[in-house]
């Protein structure tokens, strides 16, 4: 039954985390449907069965919050989406053919999106 | 000794032969691979002392320390790149020696205008580890 469904899933629905929470307060409806898309991007790349796909998101979500705390700046957030990069190449590179668009996905246009889109909107908050 | 017992003990004396060449060959490799990776590990404490020593934050920036350091470790990386036998493990030691030079670029940059965070200083760690993780399981 749908409605059941739906009841279960909102239950099981695990509490926001502090970026999505920063993120759900973007008013202007454009910017928000950037942030939608990069929110979906990172819950999948975090329920993924890859593990450098999962860790790599991780990373990137604490690090995002890291920034938005003040606790690192952007010059330092830039610098540890480098390093995730030059990390994310060879893992990339080893998977079959067919799987490497998908982990190019989850990874590396995550992280651009991150710094084009989330990064700015993440500083104007602070 | 008939003609049918020698023509045996020469086929057993080959297969010993060609045993003994694989066993060898195989505690060769192990030997190598975990001399390899004991350098990866003696790279990978010299990288994290060296955030450990400069990536403290309040700490007056010494210039000449700093230098003197990152040439150390550039001795070490260029030394190990040149002792490794396989060719093909090289690639792996030259990623590790990219990971430096950046951590070297970053940690001057920030720590010449005190800019240095506790969080910087951990998640420049954690990156350290994880690409060094990588590296081990990734020799061929």
Redesign the interface.
């Known amino acids: 039954m749908p409605s059941d469904n739906k009841r279960k899933r909102r239950k099981s629905s695990p509490k926001k985390s502090e970026l999505d929470s920063a993120l759900d307060q973007v008013g202007d409806e454009s910017v928000a449907a950037a942030m939608k898309e990069f929110q979906d991007l990172l819950a999948q790349a975090k329920g993924d069965t890859a593990e450098q796909i999962r860790?790599n998101a991780d990373?990137l979500e604490r690090?995002l919050v890291?920034l938005k705390n003040g606790?690192?700046?952007k010059?330092?957030f830039d610098?540890?989406v480098?390093?995730q990069k030059?990390?994310l190449r060879?893992?990339i590179d080893?998977q079959p053919a067919q799987s490497q668009e998908r982990a190019e996905k989850l990874t590396l246009k995550i992280l651009e999106i991150a710094v084009t889109k989330v990064v700015p909107i993440l500083i104007a908050m602070i | 000794m008939n003609a049918k017992a020698a023509k045996n003990l020469i086929i057993q004396n080959v297969f010993l032969c060609a045993a003994a060449i694989v066993i060898t060959s195989c505690g060769t490799a192990t030997f190598n691979k975990s001399g390899s990776n004991a350098t990866i590990e003696s790279l990978r404490s010299f990288e994290l002392a060296f955030i450990d020593e400069f990536a403290v934050p309040g700490k007056r920036f010494n210039a000449a320390a700093f230098d003197a350091k990152v040439n150390e470790g550039n001795a070490k990386f260029q030394q190990a790149i040149a002792n490794e036998k396989f060719t093909a493990r090289r690639p792996v030691l030259v990623?590790l020696k990219?990971?430096f030079d950046?951590d070297a670029t970053?940690l001057r940059?920030?720590a010449s205008r005190g800019?240095v965070?506790?969080?910087?200083a951990a998640?420049m760690k954690?990156?350290v580890n994880?690409?060094y993780d990588?590296a081990l399981g990734?020799q061929t």
């Open positions: 860790q990373e690090r890291l606790e690192i700046d010059e330092d610098f540890f480098e390093n030059r990390d060879v893992f080893s | 990623d990219s990971q950046a970053h940059s920030k800019k965070t506790p969080a910087l998640e954690k990156d994880k690409i990588h990734q």
